[in-house]
Structures are given as C-alpha cells and as structure tokens.
C-alpha cells in the first residue's frame, strides 16, 4: 500500500504539460508515430483530460528537442528527415563516435573493458526479455557510455546533439527487423573491436563498423518502415 500511494503522490507531482511530453515521447520512441504524422493538439488533449495550453508547452519541449516541427497554419507534425540527412548523420556519427573511442581508449583513469563491459550486461538482459524497449534503452546507453568515457564533453554534447532520440528512432524501426539475438551479436562484436584493435587504427575500424551496420539497416530498405497510428494523430499529404 505505501508504494500504490507513493506511486500515486509522485504522479500527482508530475504537471500536466510534463505528462503530455513524456506520452508523446513514449508514442514516438516505440514507432506509433512515424515521420510526417500530424499531431492533433484538440484530440489529444481530450485523451489525456488536459487544456491546449500543457499539450502546447510539451510540443515546445519537443520541437526544441528535433523531434516534432510545426508549420504555421498546418499543425505540428512528427520531425520528417530526408534519406540523404540520414546518410549524412550517420557519416559524422561515425567519425565522431570513433574519436570517442580513441580518447576511451586513452582515458587512463577508466577500466574500459569494465565500463563497456557492464554496458553489454543490459543489451543481453534485454535479449533473454526479448524486450524490443529494452533494447533500445539499453543501445543508447551503450553508446552514450562510450560518449561519456571519452571524458570530451564538447564531443559529448555534439554526438547528443547529432544522434538525438529521434535518429536512433529511425535506426531502430529499421534494425527490428532483425533477429535481436543478432543485434546484441553485432554489439558484442563493436565491443570487442574498440577493446581489441591497435588504438592508431582504432578510428578506422569504427569508421568501418559503422559504414557495414549503414548498409545492412538502410541499404536494401524504404526509409520509413510503416508505423501504428494512434487515434489522436493523423497525417496531411503534401505539406512538406
């Protein structure tokens, strides 16, 4: 009983505008909206029993964030990116991660088998779950640890700033169609590339992990796999 009314003090707490962010973030991070899809203030408002003005403030938070776009006149729609962004993004991720590793790699204060290591331990957790959320959750903890280890926090903010929720959204909806015991496969590979090869060829070999995991997601794909629409978003053609 005290956890049911913790539980439901902490809520409590949570402002309305604040619920509506973290409900539209849920639907975007599981693949219910997918890029163009308009988001219907009026109708999610009433699904959620909250005024325009908290629906508004979160949509602001989003926008802030890359994830949503308004156009005036139109409405709010889920951020579209187009297939040469993609190729581009994930270009400078390359680049960007594979100078992470290197400072990792040189980073003397940290174990980094450990810390990749412990890492690795919520990618597998997720797989014996065959937790599709999980495993996301736990990809982008992956990396972001690597971010964090190399101890750059300009270059950590950059890689935030560049792979933000909504590409490893994209990446996500593309390598779901993989078995995820192959995914976590491929991981423990990228682990054991940072771990094992010579540091002056480090950057390269993650420069080419990357280029392989580019192709094997996108290279044989449409860009946006077909998404579940929830009944408070719709679409509108021809906007952008």
């Not at 509506?20 to 699904?47: F, N, S, T, Y």
């Not at 297939?83 to 790699?105: N, P, S, T």
């Not at 997720?126 to 959320?133: I, P, R």
Request: proline share 5%; charged share 30%.
């Amino acid at each position: 009983m005290r956890t049911s009314k913790a539980a439901v003090k902490k809520q409590d707490r949570v402002s309305p505008s604040k619920r509506v962010e973290a409900h539209l973030r849920k639907a975007i991070h599981a693949g219910k909206l997918r890029p163009r899809q308009r988001i219907i203030e009026e109708d999610l408002a009433k699904e959620l029993s909250v005024s325009r003005g908290p629906v508004r403030e979160a949509i602001l938070r989003l926008e802030r964030d890359g994830l949503v776009v308004t156009t005036p006149r139109r409405g709010t729609f889920i951020h579209d990116i187009s297939w040469g962004e993609i190729d581009v993004i994930f270009g400078m991720r390359a680049k960007l991660e594979g100078l992470c590793v290197r400072y990792l790699r040189e980073n003397t204060a940290i174990n980094p088998a450990a810390v990749l290591n412990q890492a690795l331990k919520k990618l597998n957790a997720a797989t014996l779950k065959n937790s599709e959320e999980l495993f996301f959750r736990a990809d982008m903890e992956l990396h972001r640890t690597i971010w964090r280890a190399a101890n750059k926090p300009l270059l950590y903010r950059t890689l935030n700033l560049i792979m933000n929720p909504y590409i490893f959204i994209i990446a996500r909806a593309h390598s779901s169609r993989f078995p995820i015991s192959d995914r976590r496969e491929n991981h423990e590979e990228y682990v054991r590339i940072i771990l094992q090869t010579p540091i002056e060829k480090i950057e390269q070999e993650v420069e080419n992990y990357f280029r392989r995991l580019h192709s094997n997601l996108f290279g044989q794909s449409t860009p946006f796999p077909d998404f579940a629409a929830d009944h408070w978003a719709g679409e509108l053609e021809n906007v952008f």
